[in-house]
């Protein structure tokens, strides 16, 4: 006697059909995208919404650890770095569907709706009002937040070297006089007079200070910049 193969679909099809008929099947699936569709645009509003949120009413023991951080944390990096931490109604990028899921996820686990929704970023990416790397965090309470997903690209390996002048006023009068040094190194020799001094390098050097000082506080003025501990958590683009 030769045995016929067993037909996996068919199989599955005969138990599906035990439970119930294909019609009830279709209303089912129609009504869990549905309610899918639903729950992602409640989500989107609140990414867009301006509620200012201090914490949510999360479950600790369903919480990774390693994405739980501290405003000082996050404050220190975007002081580093020069990012901005702001609710996520600034944010003028798209917020990818892998984050979306996560939030759904986070919400379906602790049964909760998430709120406060904040994103650590460069000012390029918010929408600032006038006066590479985006993370999106959730508040837990007590200045802690929770990283729900972090999308783009890594930030320039060099950004935290090119954003140190900004952290204070001492540093980038620290930057001004090396690179005036610099400057009037390259200046020739015999240029003001036939015998260069000691004394005529200093007058240089202290000329072009007041000249790199000079356009630099006039960049400063015209785009309305400021140090990074001033600008962290600042809506404004002239901050």
């Given at each position: ?6 037909n ?7 138990a ?5 008929n ?26 867009k ?15 990774e650890t ?28 798209e ?15 602790h ?7 904040k ?12 006066k ?9 309470g007590?200045d ?34 090396m690179?005036?040094y ?8 015999g240029l ?9 390098f ?16 006039f ?10 501990p ?6 404004y683009?002239?901050?």
């Amino acid at each position: 006697m030769i045995l016929k193969g067993t037909n996996i679909e068919h199989k599955l099809q005969k138990a599906r059909n035990k439970k119930a008929n294909s019609d009830q099947i279709l209303m089912e699936v129609r009504q869990i995208l549905t309610e899918d569709s639903i729950k992602e645009d409640k989500i989107s509003e609140q990414l867009k919404s301006k509620n200012n949120s201090h914490g949510n009413n999360f479950d600790f023991d369903l919480l990774e650890t390693d994405k739980i951080f501290h405003i000082d944390q996050i404050k220190e990096i975007c002081i580093d770095y020069r990012l901005r931490f702001l609710s996520s109604s600034y944010f003028k990028g798209e917020i990818p569907q892998r984050a979306i899921s996560k939030i759904k996820h986070l919400e379906a686990a602790h049964n909760i709706e998430i709120q406060g929704f904040k994103i650590m970023a460069p000012s390029k990416l918010f929408k600032l009002e006038d006066k590479d790397d985006p993370l999106l965090f959730a508040p837990i309470g007590n200045d802690y937040y929770y990283l729900i997903h972090k999308w783009g690209n890594d930030l320039h390996p060099l950004r935290k070297l090119f954003a140190w002048p900004f952290k204070n006023i001492a540093n980038l009068v620290l930057v001004v006089l090396m690179i005036s040094y610099l400057v009037t190194l390259m200046v020739p020799e015999g240029l003001f007079s036939k015998k260069s001094t000691t004394a005529e390098f200093w007058i240089i050097y202290f000329f072009m200070f007041k000249c790199i000082a000079s356009i630099v506080i006039f960049y400063g003025f015209a785009l309305g910049k400021n140090f990074n501990p001033a600008i962290w958590k600042s809506k404004y683009f002239n901050a």
